[in-house]
């Protein structure tokens, strides 16, 4: 029998199961993504998107089942910097006092000593990044004073900044402006280019057509997963939306 | 006599500092006041006034069991202070009941526990002074023990600072990098029970939950940057001290009733005036004049 080079994946997630006191959230969930490939987390509200997240960074522990990263486990990706994740806009306290900078910086929280005292490469990671998503105007203005897609930008910037190789972005798109839009858009083609993994969850079937290599669709449990252009079919849209017609969701094809 | 001393303002403030105790009491109350100050900054934006509140009272079964076997009253009140917050996780955990019921339901219970010693320990506690504060009859021992935690408060805090403030503000990327998350739980949780029990010789503790809450509420309208923040609420706790410490004096009311008020009043100054999230937003007024 061939024997898996797990290495080959970035992501690997066979059967796991999350259970909150136990309320499953997720079971049997399997993924696997490789460098360079773009995957959309698409289902209901509460049908696991932030609980596969979590379960992918360590923030919860899995109850059943393996995650591999990069072939290793979650714990050594967490000390690897592997993992980036973006939060939602409602997951952050947008007024928090804080500005760009110092959120930009937090992304290269792990890879510094115990005071997290900034290296003359820290800030260099720092300012490229914060000039790749285009908000060198803005390094000392707090949060709390930027528009939803500048935040969104900077929690970006921050991923970028971590040089993470795997990047989960929670619902990226919602309550972004187009200018915002078309950078993230063309950030993706970057990363994609420099073989990093992406993870998004979204509402917006259009963004899955256009970006997404692969599809995973949940409710629960995998739905469907696989290439978007076999697996993004109506049925199992409606199957993975509790039986609402996709084009109730997102419009008739025309 | 004491309206016409009351005239300078030098005499005011020199008057008092004659006085032993009121020396004491003044450098006590400002390290007390700068430490819970230190972690107000935290507790504010972490949401955890409640949690403070339950934690304070919590530590009085402690104080008294501490104080009836001859043990410093730190050690008990720190006990007493994470058991709390153990129990109150643990029940949380395990039942339907939602958190702040929870947390509600079990501050009291211990709360009521601490007064019911007393009662049946007949000793020479002063319950009057653990619930409403001594800053002025402080002991040496005590001293020495509010010094040394003071200390190691600030000293964590201090080490920990940045790491607290990721962990306040998004704890999901603190743990992504790989930062022990649970570590600095109960780190801040370690640090609130200890500033607890130091504040609740200031203000008692009753009231020692205004201490860990009120400076970090007035800092956080009067600047949008975190280390500000810290310096705001550390200045505005100790100035508060001594002006409670020298209103109480001067006019002989309870001193950690004068200390909270005071932090009161400067709060509800920097929520009138603050010139950004203020009521009367003071930047905006004089920039209408320019």
Redesign the interface.
């Known amino acids: 029998m061939e024997s898996i080079n797990y290495q080959n994946f970035r992501i690997d997630a066979e059967n796991i199961c999350v259970d909150y006191?136990g309320k499953v959230a997720l079971y049997d969930a399997n993924l696997r993504l490789k460098p360079g490939q773009i995957c959309g987390l698409v289902g209901m509200n509460g049908a696991g998107k932030t609980t596969f997240f979590?379960a992918l960074?360590?923030?919860v522990n899995i109850s059943k089942g393996k995650i591999r990263i990069n072939g290793e486990s979650v714990?050594s990706a967490?000390?690897?910097?592997t993992?980036?994740?973006v939060?939602q806009s409602e997951?952050?306290?947008s007024q928090?006092?804080?500005?760009v900078w110092?959120v930009v910086m937090?992304?290269r929280?792990?890879?510094m000593n115990?005071?997290?005292c900034p290296r003359e490469s820290d800030v260099q990671a720092v300012k490229d990044a914060i000039e790749r998503v285009d908000l060198t105007d803005h390094l000392s203005t707090?949060i709390?004073?930027l528009s939803g897609g500048q935040r969104k930008r900077t929690f970006l910037a921050?991923a970028i900044a971590?040089r993470a190789s795997i990047l989960l972005l929670d619902e990226p798109f919602s309550g972004v402006d187009i200018r915002t839009e078309k950078l993230i858009s063309e950030l993706f083609i970057q990363f994609k280019n420099e073989g990093k993994t992406i993870l998004l969850s979204t509402h917006d079937m259009i963004h899955v057509r256009e970006f997404c290599d692969l599809v995973l669709l949940i409710n629960k449990t995998v739905v469907a997963y696989g290439e978007t252009s076999e697996v993004f079919t109506p049925e199992n849209i409606t199957t993975t939306f509790g039986g609402i017609s996709p084009d109730f969701l997102f419009g008739p094809e025309s | 006599m004491e309206l016409c001393s009351f005239l300078t303002l030098d005499s005011f403030i020199t008057d008092p500092l004659t006085h032993d105790f009121m020396r004491k009491a003044l450098l006590m109350s400002s390290l007390v006041a700068a430490v819970c100050g230190f972690l107000s900054s935290y507790l504010t934006l972490k949401g955890w006034a409640l949690m403070g509140d339950a934690v304070s009272h919590s530590v009085m079964p402690g104080v008294v069991v501490a104080y009836a076997l001859g043990l410093p009253f730190s050690l008990g009140a720190f006990i007493f202070g994470v058991g709390s917050v153990a129990l109150i996780g643990f029940i949380k955990q395990k039942s339907r009941v939602k958190e702040d019921t929870v947390i509600g339901l079990v501050f009291t219970g211990f709360f009521a526990l601490g007064i019911v010693l007393v009662s049946k320990i007949k000793s020479n506690i002063d319950l009057h002074s653990i619930l409403f504060g001594s800053p002025l009859g402080i002991s040496l021992s005590d001293v020495k023990q509010t010094i040394f935690i003071s200390l190691l408060v600030v000293i964590l805090l201090s080490i920990f600072r940045k790491d607290l403030m990721l962990y306040c503000f998004d704890p999901r990327h603190a743990k992504t990098v790989g930062i022990n998350v649970l570590f600095l739980h109960y780190l801040l949780l370690t640090c609130l029970s200890l500033a607890a029990v130091v504040g609740l010789q200031s203000v008692g503790i009753i009231l020692v939950v205004a201490m860990l809450i009120t400076p970090g509420a007035t800092a956080y309208l009067l600047t949008d940057k975190f280390d500000n923040m810290t310096i705001i609420s550390v200045l505005s706790a100790i100035i508060s001290s001594l002006i409670g410490i020298y209103i109480s004096f001067w006019f002989d009311l309870e001193t950690g009733g004068s200390i909270v008020l005071a932090q009161t009043f400067i709060f509800l100054f920097a929520f009138l005036f603050a010139p950004r999230y203020g009521i009367f937003k003071l930047k905006k007024f004089f920039a209408g004049y320019k």
């Open positions: 006191n979590n960074t360590g923030f714990r967490q000390k690897d910097q993992i980036a994740y939060p997951g952050i306290d928090f006092p804080i500005n110092d937090m992304g929280y792990g890879s115990i005071f997290r707090p709390g004073n921050r971590q």
